[in-house]
Structures are given as structure tokens and as C-alpha cells.
């Protein structure tokens, strides 16, 4: 039995195909495990399955085969134990700042009083800096504005672990930068466990603990697993001048323009075991700590890519 908090285990997920046919699958044999506490980022081109795995741990979609197990129970549908954040808001419109976080806190605990209720959403508001907005209704704020309400909801749910998709992708660069300064903040105060689809390599660094790189879809797999070996105590505006910033930047680059594509065929199933993905520590190697120039057949793709997401 496992003692991770979270396991998953030779999932995979094949969609059906109209007229009899058969789809490949999107992804397979897909094996990780999350420790309690632990920040996980996940980053892959489009198209290998990083929203249907989440899906997958949020309880919104099924697997075609394998387990995901939290906290020793298999997941098999939604519960308040996960709080999931997506990309757009999913706010309520009719109902206040304040509305949106207790209608969900309302669900998880039912027998507080209105007074307990405001007083906990209140606490988790202020920590995202929307303890002024209370009575504002969704239309009345910014788009981070919105994405912090999404954020402080899914924290005074209390979740035991929260599931982030690509929260900051629509936010300009000064916005996305202080709402993950807050996120930091709220995570080592909480010591919540976190598992988040991004395909910003820096927000990875920034946040993550360790860093799954998949493969290329379709017949995707976890290609590597990046532990982030830097000071936790990292910020946005620091990070930059530790030496091994640049190192483990530049072999997550490396992976998504030159390698993640080299994980399918014979040949990579002889010498890639999905079982036990590669644990690597490219911080701590002997790369240069500077950044990679790519030659422009590379970096046009890669910016285009980064673009489209």
C-alpha cells in the first residue's frame, strides 16, 4: 500500500472515436505520486492530457484505466476534499465577493451560523487582498480581481489538496506576478497540498517543489520529474540571481523544444520506464548558469507555442 498522499498509477484515457474507430490514447501508463504539503507542477505541449489528468483528480472526468488514490480512498467523483481553480473565474454574477466564497463554505460545513461563515470567507478574502471588495459584485472587478475570489474560495473550502488550471494564463504579466507572490504566501502558511497545470516554465520554478514533464500526445507518458532544488523561501523578484535558476530553466526549455517528442516508438520503450520516471536535479548539475540562445527553428515554435497558451 502506498504511503503517498497521493498515488496515481498507470492511468490512462482513451476518447471514443465516431463510425468504430479507434482513437489512440492520449495518454497511458501514467504513474506519480505527490507527498502532503507538496507544490507539483505539471508542464506539456498541448494535446498530452494535463487538463484530463486534473479532471481526473477534481473527480469531473473517468480514467480508461489506472487508479489515482488520495489520502488512502480511491477518487471517483467530486468532492470538497479537492478545490479545483480554473482558468476562468466561475463566478456567480448575481451574488457579492463575499456570496461567492460562503455559498461554497455554506456546502462544507452546513451547521455554522451566517455570522461564523462571513467571518471565515472574511479571513480568506483578506489574505488575497480583497478584504475592501466584499460587497462587490463580479462585474464591478478586474479579471484578477475575479481569479483572487476563485483562489480564496478554493482555500476556505479547507480541500486537502487544490487543483490549479492554469489560474494566471489570462492575466497580464504585473497581475499574474502578485497574485503568485499571494499564492506563496497562502501555501506556506497552509501547507496545502498542490498539484498545478502550467506552461510558464518560470511560474513553475517560482512555485513548484518538483516539476512533471510529459511527453508529447498522443500515447503521452511523465517524461521526467524536476526537482526544484532551490530555497523555498524563493521570490520573483530574487530568484533570478541563483545560479541554479538558469540551470533549471534551461533543461525545461531543453525538454519541451527539443525532447519531449522523443518518448514514443520502440526505441523509447526499451529505455523510458513509465513506471519510475527519472528523477533529475538540474540545478545542482554542472550546466551553465546562463541562458540557452535557441536558433530561431527552435524558438520561433517554441514562442509561438507559448503564445498560444
Known amino acids: 500500500m502506498s504511503t503517498h498522499f497521493l498515488s496515481v498509477e498507470r492511468l490512462s484515457k482513451i476518447y471514443p472515436a465516431e463510425g468504430g474507430k479507434t482513437n489512440p490514447p492520449v495518454f497511458e501508463d501514467i ?30 472526468e473517468e480514467a480508461s484505466g489506472g487508479d489515482a488514490i488520495m489520502d488512502g480512498r480511491e477518487i471517483s467523483g467530486p468532492s470538497l476534499d479537492r478545490g479545483v481553480v480554473f482558468q476562468s473565474h466561475a463566478l456567480m454574477p448575481w451574488m457579492s465577493v463575499l456570496g461567492n466564497v460562503a455559498f ?5 460545513w452546513p451547521d455554522w451560523s451566517k455570522t461564523r461563515i462571513a467571518e471565515h470567507c472574511t479571513a480568506y478574502l483578506e489574505m488575497v487582498g480583497l478584504g475592501e471588495s466584499l460587497a462587490r459584485k463580479p462585474a464591478e ?64 520554478i517560482l512555485l513548484a517543489d518538483k516539476i512533471l514533464l510529459m511527453s508529447n500526445g498522443p500515447h503521452a507518458k511523465i517524461a521526467e520529474i524536476v526537482e526544484v532544488t532551490m530555497p523555498r523561501s524563493r521570490t520573483r523578484a530574487e530568484i533570478h540571481h541563483d545560479p541554479q535558476y538558469y ?44 541562458p540557452v540562445a535557441l536558433p530561431a527553428d527552435k524558438a520561433v515554435p517554441y514562442l509561438k507555442q507559448v503564445i498560444n497558451h
Do not use: W
Open 31 to 60: 504513474h506519480f505520486h505527490i507527498d502532503k504539503g507538496e507544490f507539483v507542477c505539471i508542464i506539456g505541449h498541448s494535446g498530452c492530457g494535463k487538463t484530463t489528468i486534473l479532471n481526473v483528480l477534481a473527480g469531473l
Open 104 to 108: 461554497a463554505v455554506k456546502s462544507r
Open 247 to 290: 540551470r533549471i530553466r534551461n533543461h525545461l526549455v531543453d525538454f519541451l523544444v527539443n525532447r519531449s517528442k522523443s518518448y514514443a516508438g520502440v526505441e523509447a520503450e526499451a529505455t523510458h520506464d513509465p513506471k519510475n520516471p527519472p528523477l533529475v536535479r538540474p540545478g545542482l548539475a554542472g550546466e551553465p548558469d546562463r
Open 141 to 204: 472587478l478586474s479579471g484578477g480581481m475575479k481569479q483572487r475570489v476563485g483562489i480564496a474560495r478554493a482555500f476556505a473550502i479547507q480541500p486537502k489538496m487544490l487543483l490549479l488550471d492554469e489560474p494566471f494564463g489570462a492575466l497580464d504579466a504585473l497581475t499574474r506576478g502578485t497574485i503568485q507572490d499571494e499564492l506563496i504566501k497562502i501555501v506556506q502558511a497552509t501547507h496545502q497540498t498542490v498539484f498545478m497545470i502550467t506552461h510558464d516554465v518560470d511560474e513553475a
